[in-house]
């Protein structure tokens, strides 16, 4: 919303990213995600190009993934409170 204030470092928001893949196509990804510091932020988009590729779950079941090199361009920015009826939902990977 225009009206409301950025989120605080460490503030949860909701948000939203948009991928523009190499074909054109446009994948609307929703996250929750925690406001970082514009070093941060940077520092987390590079792990996120870094990586061969992230796993993106549907709230309506089922998983893909979006394979980073394939990215042609991508926006993150605060969401609504509700996103698009297709954006996927994305939900960060337990690792071990």
Known sequence: R???PPP???ETFTAVGLFTMKSGRNVCLEYDAVARSAVDQ???I???LQAGGFYVKSESGGHSVINAGNLAGFVFHPGPAQGP???WHAEPVEQD
């Open 2 to 4: 225009e009206d409301s």
């Open 8 to 10: 605080s470092p460490g």
């Open 42 to 44: 940077r520092h987390a």
């Open 46 to 48: 590079h792990g996120i």
């Open 85 to 87: 009826v297709n954006t």
